[in-house]
């Protein structure tokens, strides 16, 4: 069964400052699909950003960029210029083979201090 | 933007009592996502349907059911409701079964059990 791991239940960072989120994962599958998403108090589930396995290049976003490595079964979120509003529950998820079914991450809670 | 509607937003039930909820996908979408989210928990995926066919089921109770009916809205009936069925209950549409379409997630139903 495919698998993700978040290992920091909880991260600050500085407004402005940087902040990077890991996750890693466990798959057998060749075609899958890497995600982000934000939940902030709200409980709204926002993707931030996603990758193609197949994909070599990492995805970007604006603020928001991946660094992805498959052989490593790596695939981290870092957050440039933080700001208040970055602060949420950032979950990362596994998409692939037959399942197109979400699976997640334990979570990781963001806090931006000003 | 239209996005997916939930309702309720909130639910209060007693135990063993039922309880229906409704997820009314984004115009177009004919693929429908069930998550359920305990309380601090990261969302854990329930059942999906495809053009009103069940196309996938998770660790979905044998107490519940679901279907998805022919304007692609779905509904997810739970019977004999325990203290642990209290969660967080998103619905996401997606325009296909695909990786390469987003899923988008509702606000999410709050059910609380006393």
């Known amino acids: 069964a495919q698998t993700v791991t978040q290992s920091q239940p909880e991260m600050s960072v500085q407004e402005a400052e940087t902040v990077t989120l890991s996750c890693t994962y466990d798959?057998?599958?060749?075609?899958?699909?890497l995600f982000w998403y934000k939940q902030p108090p709200s409980r709204q589930m926002i993707l931030v950003i996603r990758?193609?396995?197949?994909?070599?290049q990492n995805a970007t976003e604006n603020r928001f960029s991946v660094n992805f490595q498959k052989a490593a079964k790596s695939f981290s979120l870092k957050i440039s210029d933080s700001q208040l509003g970055d602060a949420a529950m950032y979950f990362c998820?596994?998409?692939?083979?037959?399942?197109?079914?979400?699976?997640f991450g334990k979570g990781t809670l963001l806090t931006v201090n000003p | 933007a239209a996005g997916v509607i939930q309702s309720p937003r909130h639910l209060i039930k007693e135990k063993r009592e039922t309880a229906t909820l409704k997820c009314y996908p984004i115009p177009r979408h004919d693929t429908v996502y069930w998550y359920q989210q305990g309380p601090g928990q990261d969302p854990q995926f329930l059942i999906s349907?495809?053009?009103?066919?069940?196309?996938d089921k998770g660790s979905i109770p044998d107490r519940f059911s679901a279907q998805q009916f022919s304007d692609y809205h779905s509904e997810l009936n739970m019977s004999s409701l325990e203290l642990g069925d209290s969660a967080l209950y998103f619905c996401a549409s997606s325009l296909g079964m695909d990786r390469d379409y987003e899923q988008y997630f509702g606000p999410g139903t709050r059910l609380t059990v006393t």
């Open positions: 998820a596994y998409s692939g083979g037959s399942n197109y079914k979400l699976t």
């Open positions: 990758q193609e396995a197949y994909k070599q």
């Open positions: 349907f495809y053009e009103k066919m069940q196309s």
């Open positions: 798959t057998s599958e060749s075609d899958y699909y």
